[in-house]
């Protein structure tokens, strides 16, 4: 009797309540997607057992493997132009003692506006009538073309990356900062001593103090590179011409546009595969001892 | 004792009675909520339909993303008696798993088929029945400037040549030939290629291809397709130029058409209210055509079949009886309808019924009118085209516009990109997954 109200068994049941929705909710749709994509179910009526045969027609697919790529250059993107930036900010930042709140806010708010409206911002600025480069052409000012960089295929990734990127980025540098007010004071004052520059300072003081907080950027953006799907899809929905297509729009496109419900359980399930590839890496380099 | 069964026996008869009196049976209907159209519905359609009669009450409930609500609520056997979706695609879908009840036998007792158009009547049976009653019907047209048309002697044109012609003086003149875009709606681009295979290869032959007796890799619809890419990609007449046509929304390309940004505008007839308000302001005049017939020798427009969206009853609903007679009272009241539609705009709500000029509020313009007069007398002698988003299956569907700016980014040749459109049509074909298209 007495180990259904141990000091264990009582946390236990304050967590119940949330792992049952967490059942239902995550684990259960997903388990059962899951199952779905060895069958060819439509959405609406019979399934039937297909075998591998989603996973045979995947690999044979074009735009499949174009949403591969397209998510690999993604995730090589923000591993690097926002985590430069938003070390190199925030380590900056760190040295400014008079207004370093408006500058933390300024940086961060891009991340709490919602993704339409940072979209839609964005989309107005590069119109091709009404937009800032056909603003400033109309005023003799050549320097951009007045053509929408989300509707070129060699930019369209790229384009809808910035966009992502500019709202992320000021995220990782309230992180990063975070991280580097942990230092402790009295190792620069040794570095200074020491007659270390700036950036030897950040090279061997501050980046490997902050590790566990650096590895952790790295983790979640790897693991959130995968699903990305909002941005694109508000600004390009893939195109043009699939230039811009990642895994979650054709996952999206596949269910809902030609209902393969099956087939886009497989892509669901590949994603599923990676994303606890890239976790157990993490958890291999825990156990080796890094400070993650 | 007898006496007391007799008292119980008439009670329950009373109660029974009374009952039947006072209580109505409910009709719940679904549908896409829209600030600006729920309440015509409310007062128009429910509110004169349950004053009509004494034993249905109609209940219309608006929702957001109603496609996934609904989809959730059917598989799970629940949802409205009335169930409305985006196309026939859907219906296909939901017809095959078994989640919507045959109409043939109301159809049969009501002379339904006599009452909607023969094209959209046949859009709605599947396997030799009546499943889904058409609730509105649209179709592409090509609107012009008409101050703009007389002030310069163009002429609006029909043949090829003509269209070419006069989209050079158009760019001559420095305004772009057609305003319309695709940023927000991908799938714009099944309107340009369902007129361009129409118009170019001819109905007929669309309508052979749609029931296999043509492949989609034969010269004509090859044809439709590059012409199709030549004016877009090569001489930028939408918007002027593919990354234009992209980045234009509706509110762009209605004001560009609205401000002599463009001459034309290719567009479905859904259009008419934005266009309308977009003249409202100018001193110039519009007017519509039919897209011009793009292929040698000539022959009369002919009109593009389009469903917006289908009424089906949920094979689950508890009186289906009552939902048929909602439909029938629709089907019967072309006042109702088209005083609805009028305020629509004749963007929603245009059931296809047998409209002539006198049914028809004075107050609608003169453009409208004409359309609406001409496209029921052209179609209902069976002079008509098709269009993708309602005789295309699924993935075929996607396909016409999805994969068509890998051809107007010159990533696939236009061959290629047909002889994977056919590739699709037979997996659909031999999958049964087509839709209905009617005997032409």
Redesign the interface.
Known sequence: MSIFFSKNSIAWYFILPVLAVHFMVVALPSLLSLALCLTDW?????INYVGFENFYELFDDRYFKKAVWHNIIWTCLFLTVPIALALTCAYLLTGITKGQMLFRLCFFFPYMLASIISCQIW?YI????YGLPAWLNSKGIDLIPA??P????ETSLYAVAFVDGWHFWGFLVVIYITGMYQVDNSLYEAADIEGATKFQKFRFVTLPLIRPIFIFSIMIIIIWSIPTFDYVWILT?G?????SEVLATNLY?QAF????VGYSSAIGTLMFIYTIFIVSIFGVLRKLGWEI | MIKKLFIVFVASIFSLNSFSVFAKTTVTWWAETNANRDPVFEAKLVDAFNASQNDIELVMEFKEGLNDIL?TAM?SGEGPDIVETPGP?YVK??Q????LKSMQGYSSQYGWEDKLLPWSYQAGVFNGEFYSAPKTFETMIMLYNKTLFEENGWKVPTTLSEYEDVASKIKAAGMNVFAYGS?GW?PTHEHLAGMYLNSYAGPDNVYKALIGEKDWTDPEFVGAVELLRKHMVDDGYWSG????Y???GWD?FHA?FASRGAAMMTIGTWTFGATAAGFADSSDEWDWAPFPVLRDGGADPAYLLALGTTMSINASSGDPDAAAKVFDFIFSNKKIVLDMAADFNFGEFVVPLYFSADDIRNDVSPQVKRYLVDFAEATGKGDYGYTTWTFWP??PG?HIW?DM??V??G?ISVEDYMYDHQKMWDKARKKGELLPVGAR
């Open positions: 439509n959405g609406f009526g019979k989309k590069f119109h091709p009538l053509v929408s989300f509707t070129m295929k929905q195109g043009p011409a699939y230039s496109s546009d030609r209902f393969n | 989809r598989l695609s879908e939901y095959e798993a078994g989640l940023t991908q130029s593919l990354e234009n992209y980045a234009l762009d560009m699924a993935d996607v999805k700016e890998v107007w980014a990533d």
